[in-house]
């Protein structure tokens, strides 16, 4: 049963009415509850309503936008960046931001990580190259075919093109591998699928990239099993951002494993936690005067604890054990720490709670016999319901390009 606490704020060092400030003259926040609760004499954000994904989708951008401003003019100014957000969680939205405001955001989430610091210090224009689903537009990745040097945006190289890394044929995947080379990259960016996928490569090749000094994992979950391919591939920490196009970059990996808050970009809240902790994420943007999210509703389970944060996942891709309770996409992960030969998975559960589990291994064509029984009886103890486990050579990603580690489907 689900526990139920007061939303919790990441910090209190801003003051609130600064904040519910850039609610003045935006169109949604003029609404009858919104309103209500912005006008009482000592707002808490535990007292204000929230921000649903179906009110995101509904009314940005101009719902969100300050009536100080207009659109168009910013637009045509330059003022303004203008990017799509992936449609994982439902219908692609517009959103907006300053010219300068992606690379800012960024940067001051990166500089929360010690070795990224240091590194980013001893050579500001340190080299990236980008390896994500071009599903995306705008300035997170690139989304059409173009020649290496029309994919290069300042110190950064967009590597891959393709939707689905394991249809991309040696002969393309040696083609981003020179262009790896020759770029010579400080660190990656990548999708953590489309790492993995390009790590397996380079490991057949014995190719490595002598500059590299941190992997950067972002754009969706990153498994445990990716992870560690990466890592015995590259040989380099594995550091994961969490965030989001609408909100920017929220949170980002210490060495310990945990996350730690860029404060200066969000307010973090997890509401209705349950009684171990993890709930939804709820976040108060504060650098976008554009769009201003407050007790934006992201879509994703996560828990706090006293190191720091731990993200679970989508709340759509959750499961449920024999006894209803909630088994986070993170929780299922978890279970593969230990194994090795997997590259990538998928465990779906019907509408009864029995789950189909793919496995797609490093090699292709191995059965993963042993690690088939060994996963299949873990998920059985920890959900309660029959496994049907196979080895495929196939796992197809969501219409967003992104891939869905865990997800519970309605019908059989």
């Not at 449609?87 to 692609?92: D, E, F, I």
């Not at 279970?335 to 009864?352: I, T």
């Amino acid at each position: 049963m689900t526990c139920v606490a007061q939303s919790t704020p990441e910090t209190n060092q801003h003051d609130l009415k600064e904040v519910l400030k850039q609610t003045q003259g935006v169109p949604f926040y003029q609404r009858t509850e919104w309103a209500q609760a912005l006008a009482l004499p000592h707002p808490t954000l535990a007292n204000l309503p929230q921000l649903t994904k179906e009110d995101f989708r509904q009314n940005s951008p101009a719902g969100f936008l300050p009536d100080r401003f207009n659109l168009a003019t910013l637009a045509q100014s330059g003022a303004i960046e203008e990017e799509s957000t992936s449609g994982t969680s439902g219908t692609s939205v517009r959103v907006i931001f300053g010219s300068t405001w992606w690379a800012e955001q960024e940067a001051r989430a990166l500089r929360q990580h010690r070795l990224i610091r240091q590194v980013l210090q001893e050579n500001p224009l340190a080299r990236r190259a980008v390896f994500t689903t071009p599903g995306c537009s705008g300035v997170s990745c690139y989304a059409r075919w173009l020649n290496y040097d029309q994919r290069i945006l300042g110190q950064t190289l967009f590597v891959n093109q393709s939707r689905i890394p394991f249809t991309i044929p040696e002969e393309k995947y040696a083609q981003m591998a020179e262009e790896t080379l020759r770029w010579n990259p400080t660190f990656l960016d990548v999708d953590p699928v489309h790492g993995m996928a390009f790590a397996l490569y380079c490991e057949r090749h014995q190719i490595r990239f002598p500059d590299l000094r941190f992997i950067l994992t972002s754009y969706e979950y990153t498994s445990v099993v990716h992870r560690r391919i990466m890592n015995r591939v590259f040989g380099v920490p594995i550091i994961n951002l969490y965030g989001s196009s609408e909100t920017g970059h929220l949170l980002i990996e210490k060495e310990d494993g945990y996350m730690i808050p860029s404060e200066e970009t969000a307010l973090l809240e997890i509401d209705s936690p349950q009684s171990s902790g993890i709930g939804q994420l709820l976040v108060t943007t504060l650098t976008n005067p554009y769009l201003p999210l407050i007790r934006y509703e992201i879509g994703d389970y996560v828990e706090k604890e006293s190191r720091g944060y731990q993200v679970h996942g989508r709340m759509r891709d959750a499961l449920l054990d024999q006894s209803g309770m909630i088994v986070t996409t993170r929780q299922i992960d978890e279970l593969f720490g230990d194994l090795k030969k997997v590259a990538h998975y998928q465990l779906r559960q019907n509408s009864d709670g029995d789950c189909e589990l793919l496995l797609l291994p490093e090699k292709s064509g191995d059965s993963l016999t042993e690690t088939i029984a060994v996963i299949s009886e873990r998920l059985k103890k920890r959900l309660g319901f029959a496994i049907n486990s196979q080895s495929v050579s196939l796992i197809t990603p969501e219409d967003s390009g992104k891939f869905r580690l865990t997800a519970r489907f309605v019908q059989k």
